[in-house]
């Protein structure tokens, strides 16, 4: 069994996963605190962790119908992400792991959102184009093998696609986070009721939201107070189809470009419903993980466990979280 913890952002989560991918248990603890200050506040964020992740593994555990003594490999996210949030769920995961000197398997975040793909029910196997959009990250891979080796073919040159559904959804006056509110506003729009870039003047497979989020902006102000304000589900509609077709358009790119045929998708914006029927017309074999999944969980970093090589006791002692880069540790297991 695979106790996974994640805390990268502001979600507290706990996983168990056999070693055959099998979700036993996915618990994810979300602190609705942030919706007021339109944003994560990281010293919050962290504070929550401190606060819920002895509650979130307990109820992880409970739910899979386990204890600690049957855990054989306890997973951690390591990074990227909040260093402050990160730091409370490596140290907790690192106790749990030294208490019964189990290994440990660092794991790197986006390599999780790639391994979500991994999980038991899946039966795409590498090798595949894998476009992950999240809040913080958005890139197009190929994915060859279920290891952390995966090559990057293009990645955002400014904002991600999550973090361009928030600013937009500010903009339109609508509440954090800024994706699911942004998405039902959009249900009465006309998505062609305006035209907004889609970053297409960005050679290859890299993608650029900045601008979107910048004619937007002009829109609102051209429309004026009254106008824009009653035109909004039109102006949300236009604007979630431009992020649309910038992700569908890339993902088509690198699919022409690498000669394969197979398209595995996730990150927290892969939840989008109008993202996931637009991704059925791409012609490719599809994979999509479930919309709980798709957001930050813990069963996608005990997926990504699996295929890198976990540290003996106590060599993981020392290990510190970071930020941005990658995991020079993570190597196929």
């Given at each position: 069994?695979?106790?996974?913890?994640?805390?990268s952002?502001?979600?507290?989560?706990?996983?168990?996963?056999?070693?055959?991918?099998?979700?036993?248990?996915?618990?994810?603890?979300s602190?609705?605190?942030?919706?007021?200050?339109?944003?994560?506040?990281?010293?919050?964020?962290?504070?929550h962790?401190?606060?819920?992740?002895?509650?979130?593994?307990?109820?992880?555990?409970?739910?899979?119908?386990?204890?600690?003594?049957?855990?054989?490999?306890?997973?951690?996210?390591?990074?990227?992400?909040?260093?402050?949030?990160?730091?409370?769920?490596?140290?907790?995961?690192?106790?749990?792991?030294?208490?019964?000197?189990?290994?440990?398997?660092?794991?790197?975040?986006l390599?999780?959102?790639?391994?979500?793909?991994?999980?038991?029910?899946?039966?795409?196997?590498?090798?595949?184009?894998?476009?992950?959009?999240?809040?913080?990250?958005?890139?197009?891979?190929?994915?060859?093998?279920?290891?952390?080796?995966?090559?990057?073919?293009?990645?955002?040159?400014?904002?991600?696609?999550?973090?361009?559904?928030?600013?937009?959804?500010r903009?339109?006056?609508?509440?954090?986070?800024?994706?699911?509110?942004?998405?039902?506003?959009?249900?009465?729009?006309?998505?062609?009721?305006?035209?907004?870039?889609?970053?297409?003047?960005?050679?290859g497979?890299?993608?650029?939201?900045?601008?979107?989020?910048?004619?937007?902006?002009?829109?609102?102000?051209?429309?004026?107070?009254?106008?824009?304000?009653?035109?909004?589900?039109?102006?949300?509609?236009?604007?979630?189809?431009?992020?649309?077709?910038?992700?569908?358009?890339?993902?088509?790119?690198?699919?022409?470009?690498?000669?394969?045929?197979?398209?595995?998708?996730?990150?927290?914006?892969?939840?989008?419903?109008?993202?996931?029927?637009?991704?059925?017309?791409?012609?490719?074999?599809?994979?999509?993980p479930?919309?709980?999944?798709?957001?930050?969980?813990?069963?996608?970093?005990?997926?990504?466990?699996?295929?890198?090589?976990?540290?003996?006791?106590?060599?993981?002692?020392?290990?510190?979280?970071?930020?941005?880069?990658?995991?020079?540790?993570?190597?196929?297991?």
């Amino acid at each position: 069994m695979i106790l996974a913890v994640e805390t990268s952002c502001d979600d507290t989560c706990a996983a168990i996963v056999t070693g055959a991918g099998e979700i036993r248990s996915n618990v994810i603890s979300s602190q609705g605190i942030h919706d007021r200050f339109g944003g994560v506040v990281p010293e919050i964020a962290s504070r929550h962790h401190l606060e819920r992740l002895v509650d979130v593994v307990a109820d992880a555990l409970s739910t899979a119908g386990v204890e600690l003594a049957d855990v054989e490999l306890v997973a951690v996210t390591r990074g990227p992400g909040l260093v402050a949030a990160l730091l409370v769920g490596f140290a907790g995961a690192k106790a749990i792991a030294a208490a019964r000197e189990l290994p440990l398997a660092p794991v790197d975040h986006l390599h999780g959102h790639v391994a979500a793909s991994f999980l038991a029910g899946s039966e795409l196997e590498p090798p595949f184009v894998s476009l992950i959009a999240s809040g913080g990250h958005t890139f197009v891979a190929r994915v060859d093998d279920r290891g952390p080796g995966y090559e990057v073919l293009g990645q955002t040159l400014d904002d991600a696609a999550g973090e361009a559904f928030d600013k937009g959804a500010r903009l339109l006056g609508l509440g954090y986070p800024g994706g699911p509110a942004l998405e039902r506003l959009a249900r009465a729009g006309d998505p062609e009721a305006f035209r907004f870039p889609t970053g297409a003047r960005v050679r290859g497979l890299d993608f650029s939201f900045a601008g979107l989020k910048t004619a937007l902006l002009y829109k609102v102000r051209e429309l004026g107070e009254a106008e824009s304000g009653r035109r909004r589900a039109d102006l949300a509609a236009s604007y979630q189809h431009a992020i649309v077709e910038a992700l569908c358009a890339r993902a088509e790119r690198a699919l022409a470009q690498t000669g394969l045929d197979r398209l595995a998708v996730g990150g927290g914006v892969a939840a989008n419903g109008p993202l996931r029927d637009r991704l059925t017309q791409i012609g490719a074999r599809l994979q999509i993980p479930d919309r709980l999944l798709c957001t930050d969980n813990a069963a996608m970093i005990a997926s990504a466990a699996r295929y890198v090589r976990p540290l003996a006791f106590p060599d993981y002692l020392s290990l510190d979280v970071y930020a941005t880069g990658e995991l020079p540790e993570a190597v196929p297991a």
